[in-house]
């Protein structure tokens, strides 16, 4: 049986798909199909990350069997459109989440009146100092684990690292990744870790990012903008931003029978939930970019949205 990864590798066009592999995942298989089912329980309820990972004429059974496997208390998150659509078809009450969003690398520019302030930050942060270098797996990351806990601290002492939905940047499959560390006299005072894309969009994600505080300003946009560069030299395709919830929120992405509760419940976490998750803060920093592309991601519930569900998905994601 191929691992999960060549299975992602070969079947998924999700550009967070590298994230079912998170610690914490486990994996539904069926022998009949080349494919798998990332989920993680939380309370009653079985939390699945992204659709079905296989093969397109695989991917209605394999869902169906793993609809049989869990039972009904069964939530879907992070789907794209075409997920979406499955999903309603099987019995599923689909809504909008959020958005993610995507530059093509072989459009990138930071070129016009469009990205002075952008520009002007990047040119204060390289002024200040400011050199990028690649991380290598293996190499010694204890300064990189000083800022976490710093980064941490500042939120406050009842606020706990989000998981699930975001990345990581330890275990074993750190090699598949890539890690830049900004340095000020040689000084670590910053990293973003990327994660590779599959599919229609391959490329990377910006996936884990962290700063200290006392980090000048314009330090993570301009470590971004170093390792873009880098990549189109390289010639990749992508770089995504990743899934943002709550934003991008647009009528005329919902599928019919999106629970109108669900609906109301998603406008108004855009309006309020700063407290619950970071939306706004991180919407404005991947609108920075000028994303090309700006795709709808989707919750399934199987039969109608139940708030347990929705505590339970904030639950494992650490959000409350």
């Known amino acids: 049986m191929p691992s999960v990864l060549d299975t992602l590798a070969a079947h998924s066009d999700n550009p967070s798909s590298f994230l079912?592999?998170?610690s914490g995942n486990e994996y539904f298989h069926d022998d009949r199909f080349d494919g798998t089912c990332a989920y993680r329980t939380s309370g009653r309820y079985v939390l699945q990350f992204g659709g079905p990972f296989t093969a397109e004429e695989?991917?209605?059974?394999?869902?169906?069997?793993?609809?049989a496997h869990t039972g009904r208390r069964l939530v879907a998150v992070q789907l794209q459109r075409a997920d979406a659509e499955l999903y309603a078809a099987h019995g599923f009450t689909v809504n909008q989440i959020g958005a993610s969003y995507a530059v093509d690398l072989s459009r990138f520019t930071l070129r016009g009146s469009r990205f002075v302030r952008l520009r002007n930050k990047i040119s204060r942060a390289r002024r200040a100092g400011l050199e990028v270098a690649e991380v290598r797996a293996g190499d010694d990351c204890a300064e990189l684990d000083l800022i976490d806990g710093t980064w941490l601290r500042q939120k406050g002492r009842r606020v706990k690292e989000l998981r699930f939905l975001v990345g990581q940047r330890t275990g074993g499959l750190q090699r598949h990744r890539r890690l830049f560390a900004g340095r000020i006299g040689g000084e670590a005072v910053g990293y973003i870790n990327y994660s590779p894309v599959y599919g229609s969009r391959p490329g990377w994600l910006h996936d884990?990012?962290?700063r200290r505080p006392d980090a000048p300003p314009g330090v993570m946009e301009a470590l971004n903008a170093t390792v873009m560069e880098r990549l189109v030299a390289e010639g990749a395709g992508w770089l995504?931003?990743?899934?943002?919830?709550?934003t991008g929120l647009d009528p005329r992405h919902e599928l019919p029978g999106a629970g109108r509760l669900f609906t109301r419940f998603a406008h108004w976490m855009a309006e309020h939930g700063e407290a619950v998750y970071p939306a706004a803060s991180q919407l404005e920093y991947k609108q920075k970019w000028a994303p090309h592309e700006v795709l709808p991601e989707y919750i399934a519930f199987l039969g109608r949205p139940r708030p347990g569900a929705v505590w339970q998905l904030l639950r494992a994601t650490n959000a409350v």
């Open 240 to 246: 995504h931003f990743g899934f943002t919830p709550f």
């Open 20 to 22: 079912a592999l998170n």
């Open 58 to 67: 695989h991917r209605a059974p394999l869902l169906d069997a793993f609809v």
């Open 208 to 210: 884990l990012s962290r």
